[in-house]
């Protein structure tokens, strides 16, 4: 009944009558190649046998309702951070690529050309993910693919001509009458956002978290090297993170989730025991403090050409959309990474609590086992306590005692917040979200990144927030106790109706996403932790989804 109350309030008037599908975070990696049975160790997509089977369903959906459709990748499909792969030497010869002796270690860079060899092995890698949205374009629905952080290199054309070419040559094995001309229409790519005026506005999200934003996100080049097939992205501090650090923790522990913030990243990396944990400090920091250093050339030099090329570009993309500049400007300011600050600063804020704490940590066991030691030396020298009632070895058995406990209690909470690797849509996504809605004039803002599907009203009445999701593993109690609730998630606008669905891929049906209220743990939580493995499950949902939007 929640959202019923809104039922009536997404009414728009003008709205086209293309049925929309959102996904996203898929993070397609090196995959399986055809004919083998083994997946690359960063692999997070395993489903493309599953997705396949949701396209047809779509496929199938459209055809009995005789409407056209528009499909889209929202960002972080493709994920070009986690190939640490380089090719052999014959290969990176024919290709004119030169492998460093740091590419060995934590893989190519961001260049058009590396980023294109990259992608080859993902279509190589996930013949059936391709083969299905080849079906999609085949049948002559549009395919629109939004660029996000971990594939940021979708900004080169050379790699999009790549992509546009292995969806083709998929189009053309599923249909062989179609032609080329037919298709490439249907194929579109979004550097920042989609747009359906006064209907819905989707854009991936990262720009709105400051360890995945990108200073001038329609030229996030980091120039000035004079070699154009050799330039770089100036990735966001995040990514290179995930690069230098992260992916080294993943080779050792394949199945820690795919994460978002490099808040989220330290927590898990403090999941490690100590020796592989100081194994990858030592071989890795030095790398990604290199990177970070590096970009400070770039930010003293260039910052102004991209800016201006960016504004430029700015201007061109209101043009096309029929926004005015000033309105894509107070969206662009709504970034979480300010002017002036550089990638180096960033990570040292980000960094700083996590050493504050470490150094709080270390001060209060110190005072403590000051004071422990201040109380056995009273206990054994203090010739009153000595002759008292309870004598010497009465007191040091319950100073004992009292230790043992505080030292389980320390212990098991230390290693509770261990276990709690931050998640969730920050408060801040909301308020962007509601500043979009007013700006686009639109009543659906949808985004990805975050990894948490939801759904929710925002500030002005009759607007609303969408979270798509994520089809890669997700961890936590809820998902123990309802497996699948939020995975293979998307979103799915039909007319005016907004709806936030799971492909429920057992009974070849889309479903209802349920979201669980918040919960803050109380001290007694996580001083005797429930068990969630000896939760009862409760099933699979049932398969009605209440639609924003009027009925009927």
């Not at 001309?181 to 819905?200: D, K, N, T, V």
């Not at 990570?347 to 270390?362: D, F, G, N, Q, Y």
């Not at 030292?407 to 909470?413: A, D, E, P, Q, S």
């Not at 801040?428 to 939801?454: D, F, N, W």
């Amino acid at each position: 009944m929640y959202w019923m109350e809104y039922a009536m309030a997404t009414t728009v008037p003008s709205a086209p009558p293309d049925d929309v599908y959102i996904v996203s975070d898929l993070h397609l990696s090196l995959g399986r190649p055809e004919g083998s049975r083994t997946f690359s160790r960063l692999e997070s997509f395993f489903y493309d046998d599953v997705f396949e089977r949701f396209i047809d369903h779509l496929i199938r959906e459209q055809d009995r309702r005789d409407t056209d459709a528009t499909f889209i990748l929202g960002g972080d499909v493709f994920d070009f951070l986690v190939i640490t792969e380089v090719p052999e030497r014959a290969e990176a010869l024919e290709q004119g690529i030169v492998v460093s002796r740091d590419m060995r270690r934590v893989g190519l860079g961001s260049s058009a050309r590396h980023a294109a060899w990259k992608l080859a092995r993902i279509v190589k890698g996930h013949p059936r993910f391709f083969a299905a949205l080849g079906r999609w374009l085949a049948a002559g629905h549009r395919l629109v693919v939004v660029t996000g952080n971990h594939d940021a290199e979708l900004y080169w054309e050379r790699v999009r001509e790549t992509l546009k070419d292995a969806l083709l040559a998929a189009a053309r094995a599923a249909d062989p009458a179609v032609e080329d001309s037919e298709l490439e229409p249907l194929i579109e790519f979004r550097q920042w956002f989609y747009l359906e005026p006064g209907r819905l506005y989707f854009e991936h999200g990262n720009q709105y978290e400051a360890s995945n934003c990108f200073r001038y996100n329609l030229c996030p080049e980091a120039p000035g090297r004079g070699r154009s097939e050799l330039e770089e992205l100036d990735m966001p501090v995040g990514s290179l993170f995930v690069r230098y650090l992260f992916n080294s923790v993943r080779h050792r522990k394949p199945y820690v989730a795919n994460l978002v913030s490099m808040e989220q990243y330290m927590s898990a990396m403090a999941r490690l025991n100590l020796l592989e944990m100081l194994g990858v400090l030592f071989r890795r920091v030095p790398f990604f403090l290199r990177a970070a250093r590096a970009t400070r050339l770039f930010e003293s030099r260039e910052l102004q050409r991209c800016r201006r090329v960016h504004e430029y570009r700015l201007a061109e993309l209101a043009d096309a959309e029929g926004l005015q500049p000033a309105s894509l400007k107070r969206i662009q300011g709504e970034r979480a990474m300010p002017d002036g600050m550089s990638k180096l600063r960033l990570a040292e804020s980000i960094l700083r609590p996590v050493v504050a704490k470490i150094l709080k940590t270390a001060f209060a066991a110190v005072f403590i086992l000051f004071v422990w030691f201040l109380v056995f030396s009273l206990i054994h020298s203090t010739h009153l306590i000595a002759s008292g009632v309870f004598g010497k070895a009465s007191l040091t058995a319950l100073l004992a005692v009292l230790t043992v406990v505080a030292v389980m209690v320390l212990v098991n909470r230390f290693f509770s917040r261990l276990e709690e690797i931050p998640s969730g849509v920050p408060p801040a996504y909301y308020q962007v979200a509601s500043a979009i809605s007013r700006e686009m004039k639109v009543p659906c803002v949808v985004m990805g990144h975050t990894h948490l599907a939801e759904v929710r009203p925002l500030e002005e009445e009759g607007t609303f927030f969408a979270n798509t999701g994520t089809w890669t593993a997700l961890h936590g109690q809820w998902d123990v106790l309802w497996p699948g609730n939020r995975r293979f998630t998307f979103v799915q606008m039909r007319g005016d109706r907004l709806e936030l669905k799971r492909w429920n891929d057992a009974a070849s049906r889309p479903d209802e996403v349920f979201q669980f209220a918040e919960y803050k743990l109380r001290p007694a939580d996580v001083i005797y932790p429930e068990d969630p493995s000896a939760a009862v499950h409760l099933g699979s949902p049932p398969n009605s989804s209440p639609p924003i939007g009027p009925k009927g």
